[in-house]
C-alpha cells in the first residue's frame, strides 16, 4: 500500500474535485482514427451518459455500476472517460478485464494508446511504450500515483493480481462461467477490491439471452435506472420503449414516435432537445451501493443510429432468429428469449392433423424408423411399451404412421412378442409396395434394461437397436455404440449387445425447432387424421428450464409435473434411428437409393427381406 500512497504524495497536485463528466468536459479529445466526431469531448451530446459516469467519480457513493447499453450509444467512450480520470485526477491501482487476454491486448494497443496519446494530459503521465523502463507494457500501465492493470476473463492468473481498488468489467455477457475451475471471473476480479472501502466497479455489456446475461442479472440487481424523455407534444416524461416506433408500408424512412401519453407521433428531429431535458429515474429499489442504467439504440444521438436505422435492420432481421436476436440485443439492449416449447400447443397441433390414414405409408415416405419407450416399475400409467412408427422422406420430411402401446410387465416375454409383430410389419405404401422398418431403436435407460439388451441383440438382424438418451447439451442425435454383455438373468454373454447413445437434448431442440414450422417440406411433421389430443399432450409435455450449476444457469428439458411424455420420447428415439440410417448409406444419395428401393419393391421386384445376420450386407439395400 505504501507505495502507491508515495507516488500518490508525489503525483498529485491538489486540484479541485471533479466529476468525471466534467473532467471529460475539460481534458478529454477524441481522436480522428477512433472517432466519427474528433476533437473536444462534449457530454451534451449524448447527455444520459453523464449521470453513469458521475457515479464512477471519487465525489459519489455509488460502488457498483451497471451499464447495460446498445451498440453505438456512447458506451464503450463513457469508459474511457473514466480511465482517462483515473489516470489523471484520481489515481489508484485500477483492473481492466476484457472477455479475453487477446481482446485485451487489442485494447491496449488501440483504445488505451490513443486515449492516451490524443489527450494530452494523459500523455503527460503515462510515458510512450517504446521508452525502456517505461513502466508501460501491454498488459501493465504505470502512472503517478497508480496502475492500470489488463487481462482476460479467460485468465484466472491475471483476474488473482494485487489489489485494485478500481475494477472495470467490459463486455461481461462474453466471459466464460467459470475460468480454469476457479469460478465465476466477474467475482474473481471484484475479490481484488474487498479491501477498498472506497472502491468503483463498473460492469458493461450488450445483453445476450434471457436468464443466461450476465448484465441483465446485474441490471436486475440494481435500482433499474431508465431514462425518461419529455414528450415534445404534451410534455410527459416517458422512457423510450421499441414498440411505440412506427412506420409505414415497410418504409424505414417514414419511422416516427408515438407517445405513450398523447398519442401524438413526432418525429426524430425532435431527439437533441428530449436528450437535453432527459433524467434518469430508478425504477426499482436502491441498496445505495448499485446504479443499474439500461438504454436502448432509440436514444442514440443524430447522425450516429437513426431511428429510420434501426426500422430498417429489424426489417432485414425479423423473418431470421439469430439476425432478430442480434438486433434485440445490440439496438435494444434486451436479452432474447429462447423458448421454443412455450410456442408449440397441443391445440395448434392437432389443428394440423392430416388426411392420410393411420397404418399406411403416404406418398414421400422413404423409410420407416419405430421408437419404443419402456415403462415399468409399477408406474400409475401401468407397465407397457410406447410404440411410435414414423415415416421419412427427402429433408427429413417426417409422418406419423402409427402410435401404439402394449400394455403388460416388460419383464415378460408376452409384451415383446407383441412388439415383434409391429417390428416385422410390412407397411403399405399408397405409391405401391411395402417397407419394413429400417431401424427400431428401443429405450434402455429406463426399465428393464437387461431384457432390452437381450431383445436388441437376437433382434440385430432386423434392425432393432438398444439405446440410451444423453441429456447433455451438444450431443450427436446418435454416437458411437458401446458394449455391454449381461442378460436378463445377470450372466454374461459371449457376444453381447451393443448400446447406442442418443443426444435427446440435442433432438428436442431440432424436433421443437420443426413443430414450430407451418411451412409443408423439408423438416416439417406430418400427422395422420387419427392423432388424438393425449398423443400431442404427451409431445408438447416437455419445455426448457433453467437449472443452476455453481449458480449459473444451464437450459435442459424439463417434463411438465406428472404428464405423462412417450409421444416425444418414442419420437426421439424414430429421430435418432433415422440418423443411425446415415451411418449406412451414403448421405449425399440416400434419398436416392431409398427412392430405387421403394420403387423396386413397387414394381413387385425384390420384397424388402430381413437381414440376412450380422456383419452381412442385407439384401434390400442397393448399396448397403
Ligand atoms: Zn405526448
Not at 435492420?313 to 412455450?342: G, H, Q
Not at 454383455?485 to 459371449?494: H, S
Request: proline content about 6%.
Amino acid at each position: 500500500m505504501n507505495v502507491w500512497s508515495d507516488a500518490f504524495m508525489e503525483g498529485l497536485r491538489p486540484e479541485q474535485p471533479l466529476t468525471v463528466s466534467e473532467w471529460a468536459d475539460k481534458h478529454r479529445r477524441l481522436s480522428s482514427k477512433a472517432s466519427a466526431e474528433p476533437g473536444p469531448w462534449r457530454t451534451n451530446r449524448t447527455p444520459y451518459l453523464r449521470e453513469p459516469m458521475d457515479c464512477l467519480s471519487t465525489t459519489s457513493s455509488v460502488q457498483r455500476v451497471v451499464m447495460m447499453f446498445a451498440a453505438q450509444t456512447g458506451k464503450t467512450e463513457s469508459g474511457s472517460n473514466w480511465l482517462g480520470y483515473v489516470i489523471a485526477h484520481a489515481p489508484g491501482p485500477m483492473l481492466l478485464v476484457q472477455p479475453t487476454v487477446e481482446m485485451a491486448k487489442r485494447l491496449s494497443k488501440q483504445r488505451l494508446e490513443s486515449l492516451v496519446t490524443e489527450t494530452p494530459v494523459l500523455a503527460e503521465k503515462i510515458a510512450p511504450s517504446r521508452s525502456r523502463d517505461s513502466g508501460n507494457t501491454m498488459f501493465s500501465k504505470e502512472f503517478p500515483g497508480g496502475m492500470m492493470l489488463l487481462t482476460g476473463a479467460n485468465s484466472a492468473t491475471g483476474l488473482r493480481s494485487t489489489p485494485c481498488r478500481y475494477i472495470f468489467c467490459d463486455e461481461v455477457d462474453a466471459f466464460p462461467l467459470d475460468v480454469d475451475g476457479e469460478g465465476d471471473p466477474v467475482s474473481l476480479a471484484e475479490k481484488r477490491a474487498t479491501t477498498f472501502a472506497r472502491r468503483k466497479i463498473l460492469l458493461t455489456s450488450t445483453p445476450t439471452v434471457k436468464d443466461f446475461s450476465r448484465i441483465e442479472a446485474e441490471y436486475e440487481r440494481s435500482d433499474q435506472r431508465r431514462f425518461y424523455v419529455p414528450c415534445p407534444c404534451c410534455g410527459a416524461m416517458q422512457w423510450l420503449k421499441w414498440p411505440q416506433l412506427k412506420w409505414e408500408n415497410n418504409d424505414p424512412s417514414t419511422a416516427v414516435y408515438q407517445c405513450e401519453v398523447c398519442g401524438e407521433r413526432f418525429a426524430e428531429i425532435h431527439k437533441p432537445a428530449m436528450l437535453r431535458k432527459g433524467e434518469w429515474r430508478a425504477t426499482a429499489p436502491s441498496d445505495g451501493k448499485t446504479a443499474g442504467f439500461q438504454l436502448s439504440g432509440l436514444y442514440s444521438p443524430l447522425g450516429w443510429l437513426s431511428w429510420a436505422d434501426m426500422v430498417d435492420d429489424f426489417l432485414r432481421a425479423k423473418a431470421d432468429a439469430p439476425m432478430l436476436k442480434s438486433f434485440v440485443n445490440t439496438r435494444l439492449a434486451e436479452t432474447w428469449e429462447e423458448d421454443f416449447a412455450s410456442k408449440v400447443s397441443a391445440s395448434a397441433l392437432l389443428e394440423r392433423c392430416e388426411a392420410y390414414p393411420q397404418g399406411r405409408l403416404p406418398e414421400g415416405v422413404l423409410a420407416v424408423t419405430i421408437g419404443v419407450d419402456v415403462q415399468g416399475g409399477g408406474g400409475s400409467a401401468g407397465d407397457r411399451l410406447a410404440v411410435s412408427v414414423w415415416g421419412w422422406g427427402r429433408g427429413e420430411e417426417g409422418w406419423l404412421i402409427d402410435h401404439q402401446e402394449i400394455a403388460g410387465d416388460p419383464c415378460k416375454a408376452e409384451v415383446w412378442k407383441q412388439l415383434d409383430v409391429i417390428v416385422l410389419h410390412e407397411w403399405e405404401h399408397a405409391g405401391g409396395g411395402k417397407l419394413r422398418a429400417d431401424v427400431v431403436a428401443v429405450d434402455s435407460g429406463g426399465h428393464a434394461t437387461a431384457e432390452v439388451y437381450q431383445y436388441a441383440r437376437e433382434r440385430q438382424a432386423v434392425g432393432v437397436i438398444a439405446i440410451k438418451g444423453q441429456s447433455q447439451r451438444g450431443k450427436p442425435p446418435i454416437g458411437k455404440p458401446g458394449k455391454v454383455d449381461i442378460n436378463a438373468k445377470g450372466q454374461t454373454l459371449k457376444r453381447g449387445a451393443q448400446v447406442w447413445p442418443v443426444g435427446s437434448d440435442t433432438i428436442k431442440t431440432t424436433l421443437f425447432g420443426r413443430l414450430k414450422h407451418n411451412d409443408i417440406g423439408d423438416g416439417y411433421l406430418h400427422f395422420h387424421a387419427q392423432t388424438g389430443e393425449e398423443y400431442f399432450e404427451q409431445l408438447t409435455a416437455e419445455k426448457q428450464a433453467l437449472r443452476y450449476v455453481k449458480g449459473f444457469p444451464v437450459r435442459e428439458w424439463v417434463k411438465k409435473p406428472s404428464a405423462r411424455n412417450e409421444a416425444l420420447d418414442t419420437l426421439v428415439y424414430a429421430y435418432a434411428g433415422l440418423n443411425r440410417l446415415y451411418s449406412r448409406y451414403d448421405r449425399r444419395t440416400i434419398w436416392d437409393q431409398l427412392e430405387a428401393r421403394l420403387q423396386n419393391a413397387a414394381d413387385g421386384g425384390a420384397k424388402p427381406r430381413l437381414r440376412s445376420g450380422k456383419g452381412k450386407a442385407p439384401a434390400f439395400a442397393t448399396s448397403w
